[in-house]
């Protein structure tokens, strides 16, 4: 467990480290572009062992045990404030936390009784909406996540005050991402999309044109082409992450 988590806290420092590196010349907080919530992903060191071990050893008592940490971490979890990278996941995240609350509820009011059947299940429903929570903010593959980091500074950032001499300096490194997206290889997702997965390539394909385009445009001296593009990038990849929905 210890060496688990030692790589996990080192595979994080070097995604921070990369951030501010990065996006150095922006001055922007890493956490902000990191999608991640501390306080949900804190719930694990509760939800694993109760999944893990209590659960499927029916340990009622010790499923009982749990409830005053829950309480903890759930009014932490109630009290979290998404990072910039996850505004547009709020009514997804509110949603869902309305259902993980209702679970909370149901596990509280289990352990007061005694029937260890609905013990159980409440145990089961909260390690249910668990997960529910956490793919909210999941991303849905790495590349599309090292896209969006990009795709954030720029349309949040720089591109409000027009920066477009800073959003260009962006651009050879976004395409790249932008590539990597396009060539990702598509045996991996057909069983993850299903229907969906006919969708991919062309929506892939349509937003590294869209990135293209906009590289090309901001050579130019049109500010409203310089518009259109990025507008048009941000949409090509709002339709490629909607793919995964």
């Not at 299940?121 to 909406?129: I, T």
């Not at 991303?139 to 720089?158: A, G, N, R």
Request: aromatic share 12%.
């Amino acid at each position: 467990m210890f060496m688990k988590k030692f790589v996990v806290f080192s595979c994080l420092f070097f995604f921070v480290f990369a951030a501010e590196m990065s996006f150095a010349q922006v001055k922007i907080d890493s956490t902000e572009i990191t999608s991640r919530v501390p306080e949900l992903t804190d719930f694990h060191d509760i939800i694993y062992p109760m999944w893990h071990n209590a659960y499927p050893a029916k340990d009622i008592k010790t499923l009982r045990e749990y409830v005053p940490q829950i309480k903890v971490s759930m009014e932490a979890i109630n009290n979290a404030v998404l990072p910039g990278i996850l505004k547009d996941k709020e009514a997804d995240w509110k949603g869902q936390l309305k259902e993980f609350n209702t679970a909370a509820e149901n596990y509280y009011k289990a352990a007061e009784g005694n029937d260890d059947e609905a013990m159980l299940v409440a145990a089961e429903k909260l390690h249910f909406q668990y997960e529910m929570m956490i793919r909210v903010i999941r991303p849905v593959l790495k590349e599309i996540d090292d896209y969006h980091q990009t795709l954030y500074i720029i349309y949040h950032k720089l591109y409000p005050d027009k920066q477009y001499d800073e959003i260009a300096k962006m651009m050879d490194n976004l395409v790249e991402k932008a590539g990597a997206i396009a060539q990702y290889p598509p045996d991996k997702l057909k069983k993850r999309l299903g229907e969906n997965f006919a969708k991919f390539e062309p929506a892939s394909k349509e937003l590294y044109d869209a990135t293209v385009a906009l590289k090309y445009a901001l050579n130019g001296t049109d500010p409203l082409k310089k518009d259109e593009a990025v507008q048009h990038m941000h949409t090509m990849y709002q339709n490629l992450e909607s793919v995964f929905e």
